[in-house]
Nanobody
Framework: QVQLVESGGGSVQSGGSLRLSCVASRSLYSGACVGWLRQAPGKEREGVAAIDSDGIASYADPVKGRFTISKDNANNTVNLMMNGLKPEDTAMYYC????????????????????WGQGTQVTGS
């Protein structure tokens, strides 16, 4: 079993920055497909960013150019650097990971079917 723990959420004014981290209970990120997803009250869950088994990142259109996903395999961590935050970025953010190898759009599609963290709240104002 794998546990994922997110941290780094908080309240920030428009234009501000936050860095979310997702730490895994064991070494799994090397070669894993990992995604960040978010859900705002009353809205459907949506994918934000994914990083595939080759370390290639992809982003949802609303966050392109503002968010950056990265892996830190030495520390079993996947980070989401969020710059230029907007009120519409307000949501609970979750990381999800699958240990099998997936690439490109396939990673984007399957990340949510794997292990999940408990979430961290981001509030932009």
């Amino acid at each position: 079993q794998v546990q994922l723990v997110e941290s780094g959420g908080g309240s920030v004014q428009s234009g501000g920055s936050l860095r979310l981290s997702c730490v895994a209970s064991r070494s799994l990120y090397s070669g894993a497909c990992v995604g960040w997803l978010r859900q705002a009250p009353g809205k459907e869950r949506e994918g934000v960013a994914a990083i595939d088994s080759d370390g290639i990142a992809s982003y949802a259109d609303p966050v392109k150019g503002r968010f950056t996903i990265s892996k830190d395999n030495a520390n079993n961590t996947v980070n989401l650097m969020m710059n230029g935050l907007k009120p519409e970025d307000t949501a609970m953010y979750y990381c999800a990971a699958v240990t099998s190898r997936f690439y490109g759009n396939a990673c984007w599609s399957v990340a949510a079917s794997g292990y999940w963290g408990q979430g961290t709240q981001v509030t932009g104002s």
